[in-house]
């Protein structure tokens, strides 16, 4: 990159920045130890939750952060979470998902892969392991806890859905 940049900015050295320090350093970065994460937290049998950020714990605004690990082949029953979007990172197992009104589609998440769920889509997360435990962290756009639980009969055979956008075809297209 070429191109002159002013770095010359007025900074007044004379005057205090005590009061700021204090502030930034009571109510600045946080950093939560994977050991100290809160258990408190509304968990499905099968599952353990425990949130990391939060607004009890560190006055998040916007997000909610956690991790779960779920037993093997344990799994929720279907719901939603209002109008939040939620991320879930898999850090290690197989998740499975279902989702729809009839909980008719599904997809597999490994090591490494991200599942985003837009807010109202009813879903269902499973751990696609007999024998290996499930470990994810979760997202969620809103320091609210809201999990609304479905009754939906769900279809015996849900369709696979393979991730496609313009980037990422369907491996069995022929190009």
Not at 59 to 79: C, E, N
Not at 141 to 158: F, R
Request: net charge negative; aromatic share 6%.
């Amino acid at each position: 990159m070429t191109g002159t940049h002013d770095h010359s900015h007025s900074h007044d050295h004379d005057h205090s920045h005590g009061d700021d320090a204090e502030r930034w350093k009571h109510d600045g970065v946080r950093v939560i130890p994977g050991n100290q994460l809160d258990p408190n937290v509304p968990s499905t049998a099968g599952m353990d939750r425990k949130a990391a950020i939060n607004f009890a714990r560190v006055g998040a605004q916007k997000l909610w952060a956690g991790t779960v690990t779920i037993r093997p082949d344990a799994k929720t029953g279907a719901h939603h979470h209002g109008h939040l979007e939620s991320i879930i990172y898999v850090v290690k197992g197989k998740a499975r998902m279902r989702w729809g009104e009839h909980l008719q589609f599904t997809a597999e998440a490994g090591p490494g892969d991200f599942i985003f769920v837009p807010p109202y889509v009813p879903h269902q997360e499973i751990n696609a392991s007999r024998d290996e435990v499930l470990e994810c962290v979760l997202v969620r756009s809103d320091g609210e806890a809201v999990a609304i639980n479905l009754d939906i009969e769900p279809v015996e055979k849900p369709e696979t859905v393979l991730w496609v956008d313009p980037v990422h075809r369907d491996p069995a297209e022929k190009k």
